[in-house]
């Protein structure tokens, strides 16, 4: 049977997020926030529902901390579902102020916030009071990310299901990139898919990437869309 080869790297996300805040089960005086409708292209509006298990979390920090500060922070964590979380670090940019934030993915319960708060506040990390937060923000999430090239510079990745990255031959900028997805969904039979740019550090080069969501994450569909950029970043 042959062994998957899977690269292990790190890099980053960057997606506008509507974004609520949490405002029970958490340490008095600190800010929690959750992305409550995520992969929107994907799913649609998604009501915020507190009985449900919670989508992205965003622990507000007062000092920034870097991906490697917080990833050692976790790992002294005792804390029974800490092996399973996904752990990384985001700055929300607002439309006049910009805050950073531990971001939590696989989170099993909306009661045990306080507990991982606690659980990090003893490792030293120092939690923001107050936070000005509108409805949505452009997100930037420094992340570690597991991946399996399944075709050229075609990528699954091991830490997040249904999720796929497509690598691009140079940097795209976030007109451009709305514009090709907006003319992909419109005229291709491609199953629906939410989208997000990228860049992850990979052979010790930056490359930038289309991060992909979606059920039907065939090679078929991710070249489809591969090619589509690549033409339309030949003809810019």
């Known amino acids: ?6 690269i292990q790297v790190c890099g980053s996300i960057i997606k506008e997020e509507s974004i609520v805040p ?4 958490i340490v008095k005086n600190t800010f929690v926030a959750e992305a409550n409708n995520p992969y929107s292209d994907y799913f649609g509006v998604a009501p915020f ?7 992205s979390l965003f622990l507000f920090t007062n000092p920034y901390y870097s991906l490697q500060e917080v990833l050692r922070f976790a790992r002294l964590i005792n804390l029974s579902c800490i092996q399973n979380l996904n ?3 985001s700055v929300l940019n607002f439309t006049n ?8 993915k696989n989170f099993p319960d909306y009661a045990m916030i306080h507990k991982l708060q606690e659980c990090f506040a003893e490792q030293g990390v120092e939690f923001a009071r107050k936070v000005n937060i509108g ?35 140079k940097l795209i900028h ?3 990139f709305s514009q090709m997805i907006s003319n992909i969904r419109n005229n291709t039979a491609s199953p629906m898919f939410d989208a997000a740019r990228g860049a992850i550090i990979l052979e010790s080069e930056i490359t930038d990437i289309i991060r992909i969501y979606s059920d ?3 090679v078929d569909m991710l070249k489809r869309i591969q090619d589509k950029f690549e033409k339309g970043i030949l003809q810019s």
């Open 1 to 6: 049977m042959k062994t998957k080869q899977l």
């Open 22 to 25: 949490i405002t029970v089960n």
């Open 49 to 55: 529902n507190m009985q449900t298990k919670p989508n």
């Open 87 to 89: 752990i990384a670090v």
């Open 97 to 104: 102020d910009h805050y950073p934030a531990i971001r939590i």
């Open 135 to 169: 409805k949505r923000a452009v997100i930037r999430t420094n992340k570690c990310f597991s991946l399996e090239e399944i075709d050229k510079d075609i990528f699954i990745d091991h830490l997040q299901e249904k999720t796929a990255y497509i690598a691009l031959s």
């Open 174 to 176: 976030q007109d451009f």
């Open 216 to 218: 039907h994450l065939e």
